[in-house]
C-alpha cells in the first residue's frame, strides 16, 4: 500500500502533463481551423465574420476602371500615330513610284517590264526627291545631317550570255556600286555629272537589283486637335528594283521605317494642350498609386498564406504523423493573386512610359502598347475569379482547370500530325500554290481550313499544270479536313465536355474529399455568426447556404 502511495503523485503528474500537452494541441487545432476556415472564405463572408472591409475587392473595381480609361486614352492617341504612319506611307508610293496605281499588286508595289521603263522610274524618284517641297502636300523636309539620296546597284561580275545557243559565262560573285545625291546639290552642274556618269549605264543579264534609300522628316500636327502635343517623326524610305529572278519582270518593293523622334525645339501657344496633358499625366499618375496598393496587399496575401500552409503542414505532421498532399498544399497558392501581381507590375511599367510618352521625352509606342493591352487583358480575366464565388459562374472555372491537363496531352499528340501535314504540303504544293508558299503561310492555311474558312479557294487555287500534283493536292487536302473536322476537332470537344459533365456531377454529389477538406469539414461557423445587419457594401450581398461549402474556391 506504501508503494502505491508513493508513486501515486508521479502518475497525476504525467496525467497532468499528458492532458494539458492534449489541450495545448486541440486549443492550437481550433484555431488553425479557425484561421483556415477565414481564409478560404469570400469577401462578404469574411466582412460579416470580422468585419472586415474587403478593400481588395474594392481596389480591383477601382483599378478595372481606371485602367479600362487609361487604356481607351492611349489607344485614341496610338490610333492617330498608326493613321499617320500609313497614310505618309501611301502618299510616298504616290509620290516615287512612277506609275503606281494604288493598290500593290503582291507582296510588292508594283512592276516594270522594259529597259526604258527601269531607266525612268529610277529618275522619277531623282526628280520627286529634287522637287519634294514642291510637290508635297505635308509636312515633310529633307534630313540634312549628313543624309541624301544614295543609289546602289548590285550585279555579278563581268561576264557574258548568249540565251540563242545556251551560252553563258559569268562569276556568280557579286559587286556593288553606289552613288550618293546630296540634297543642295541636285539642282547643280555637279549632280548632272552624276546622272550621266556610267554608272547609269545598267547591263540587266547581270543586275541583281537596285536600291534606292533617302530619309525624311515630319510632323504629325493632327494631334493638336485632339489636344495632344504633336510628335515629330523620321521616314527611312528605300526603293527596292528587285531583278534577281531574271525573268523579264522587274518587281519594286517600297518600304518605310518608321521612327518617332523628341521634338528638339517647339513652342506651343495655348494653355489647354498644357492643361490637358497635365490632367491625363496626373490621372495616369493615380493609377499608378492603385496599382501599387493593390501590390502590397496581394503580396502580403500571398506572404499570408505561405505562413498559413506552413502551419497546416507542422500540425498536420505534428497530429497525424504524416506529410500533406501536393494538392492540399495548392489550396493555399492562389493564382488569381500572382494573376493580379504580373498585371499590376505591367500597368505600373507600361503607366511611366504613357507619361513619358505624353510628356514626349520618350517615343517607344509599342513596348507601351504591349505593358498596357497586356495588363488590361489580366484584369478584365482577373474578375472571373469574383465570379467564381457563385455556383452558377464557378462552372467554367472549374471545367477549364479540369480539362486543362488532357487538352494539353491531346493537343501535343493531334501537334505531331498537324506539323507533318504541313511540312508535306510546304515541299509538295509550295511551287503550284500561294498559300504553301513558305511554312508560316501553309501553317496558317490549313488553321483556317480546320475552322472551316477559305475552303473552296484553297481548292480551287491549285495549278493544274501537274496532273500527279493535282490529284495529290485533293488526297491531301480531303483527308487533313477529314481527319482534323470530323475526328480530332470532335475528340477535343469531347475532352471539354467530359470535364464539364464531371464537375456538374460534382457539384450536385459532392467534390472528392482530400486531407484539408476533412479537417475543415467538422468544424462549425459558430465563432464567425455575428447579426445580420444592413451593409452598404453592395459585394456583401448573400447567396444560398448551400454553396458555401461545395469548394475551396482559390
Known sequence: ???????????????????????????????????????????????????????????QILKILMVT???IFFGLSNQLVVSFKEENTIAFKHLFLRGY??????????SIYTQQDAYDSIFYVINQYKQLKNISLGTLGY??????????????????MLP???TLNIDVSTETECIFFKPQELAGKKAELKLNSSFFNLEFYRLIQVEISFKLKGIALQTIHARELPDCYAFQNTITFNN?????????????DTDIQECKDWHIFGSVLQKNTQYILVFDGFVILSCFASLILCTRSIVLALRLQKRFVNFFLEKYKRHVCHADRLEFINGWYVLVIISDVMTIIGSILKMEIKAKTLTSYDVCSILLGTSTLLVWVGVIRYLGYFQTYNVLILTMQASLPKVLRFCCCAGMIYLGYTFCGWIVLGPYHEKFEDLNTVAECLFSLVNGDDMFATFAQIQQKSMLVW?????????????FIYMILSLFIALITDSYDTIKKYQQSGFPVTDLHEFLKDHGSVGYRKERTSV??????????????LILIN
Open 471 to 483: 490529284v495529290f493536292s485533293r488526297l491531301y487536302l480531303y483527308s487533313f479536313i477529314s481527319l
Open 1 to 59: 500500500m506504501e508503494i502505491s502511495l508513493k508513486y501515486l503523485p508521479g502518475g497525476r503528474a504525467a496525467a497532468s502533463g499528458n492532458m494539458m500537452a492534449q489541450s495545448d494541441l486541440d486549443l492550437k487545432e481550433t484555431a488553425l481551423k479557425e484561421d483556415l476556415k477565414f481564409y478560404f472564405m469570400n469577401p462578404c463572408e469574411k466582412y460579416r465574420a470580422r468585419r472586415q472591409i474587403p478593400w481588395k475587392l474594392a481596389l
Open 143 to 160: 534630313e540634312h545631317e549628313g543624309s541624301g539620296l544614295k543609289i546602289c546597284k548590285q550585279q555579278y561580275k563581268k561576264g557574258t
Open 101 to 110: 496605281s494604288g493598290a500593290d499588286e503582291d507582296d510588292y508595289s508594283c
Open 244 to 256: 534577281r529572278a531574271h525573268s523579264g519582270k522587274i518587281k519594286i518593293y517600297f518600304d518605310s
Open 69 to 71: 480609361t487609361q487604356l
Open 164 to 166: 540563242s545557243n545556251g
Open 536 to 549: 452598404p457594401f453592395i459585394c456583401c450581398c448573400r447567396r444560398q447556404q448551400s454553396d458555401d461549402n
